[in-house]
């Protein structure tokens, strides 16, 4: 497999998990993006790797994948401009309670980008 073909592997199913519970913990409806990186940093880091490049891992993952699907359903929205995440306290305590659905219909575990063969000529530059 070359390298253009490795699989990227999507951020664990704990991690949306984990923006829920703090979500749920937050007072009022808005937490602040780098917060929310932080405190899933808290619950998910076991001391076996680098705690900038974890940290790093963390918010590309919040910030391009699970936010944006959250969003997506109408949970959240995350203003990334002023860096803030505006929640619906009750959806949030919805797939919390395990009512609501908002943590499926994402990307596989295992993602592979497509190889050169299979982009189109229309989509090459």
């Not at 917060?35 to 705690?51: C, M, Q, S």
């Not at 908002?102 to 190889?115: H, I, W």
């Given at each position: 497999?070359?390298?253009?073909e490795?699989?990227?592997?999507?951020?664990?199913?704990?991690?949306?998990?984990?923006?829920?519970?703090?979500?749920?913990?937050?007072?009022?409806?808005?937490v602040?993006?780098?917060a929310?990186?932080n405190?899933?940093?808290?619950?998910?880091?076991?001391?076996?790797?680098?705690?900038?490049?974890?940290r790093r891992?963390?918010?590309?993952?919040?910030h391009f994948?699970?936010?944006?699907?959250?969003?997506?359903?109408?949970?959240?929205?995350?203003?990334?401009?002023?860096d803030?995440v505006?929640?619906?306290r009750?959806?949030?305590?919805?797939?919390?309670?395990g009512?609501?659905?908002?943590?499926?219909?994402?990307?596989?575990?295992?993602?592979?980008?497509?190889?050169?063969r299979e982009?189109?000529?229309?989509?090459?530059?």
């Amino acid at each position: 497999m070359s390298t253009t073909e490795a699989p990227v592997t999507a951020p664990t199913d704990e991690r949306p998990r984990h923006v829920v519970a703090v979500l749920a913990d937050a007072d009022g409806s808005t937490v602040a993006f780098d917060a929310l990186v932080n405190e899933v940093l808290r619950r998910e880091y076991r001391g076996d790797r680098d705690p900038a490049d974890h940290r790093r891992a963390v918010a590309n993952a919040l910030h391009f994948e699970i936010l944006p699907r959250f969003d997506s359903r109408g949970v959240l929205t995350h203003d990334s401009g002023r860096d803030v995440v505006r929640f619906d306290r009750d959806r949030v305590a919805a797939i919390e309670a395990g009512a609501e659905s908002g943590l499926d219909a994402g990307p596989s575990a295992a993602f592979r980008p497509p190889s050169p063969r299979e982009v189109t000529a229309s989509q090459r530059f």
